[in-house]
């Protein structure tokens, strides 16, 4: 499925306060998440399946990373 991710809403995490190393995320409608580089956005995104994300956000947890 192709469309265009300006149509999606993108979002930073909490924790990025401004800082300016920071990725954005959306929920993309085919179900993948898209991440990005928020400094630079028109350079494209990495789309991920659910249970991929799902297992990315879950290592993060458990190590206590603040990424």
Do not use: Y
């Amino acid at each position: 499925m192709s469309f265009e991710t300006s149509e999606v809403g993108w979002f930073k995490s909490s924790h990025s306060s401004g800082q300016t190393e920071c990725v954005e995320a959306a929920w993309l409608r085919d179900g993948r998440i898209g991440v990005r580089d928020s400094k630079n956005p028109a350079s494209g995104e990495l789309d991920f399946a659910p249970e991929v994300w799902a297992a990315f956000t879950a290592g993060v947890r458990q190590t206590g990373s603040s990424v």
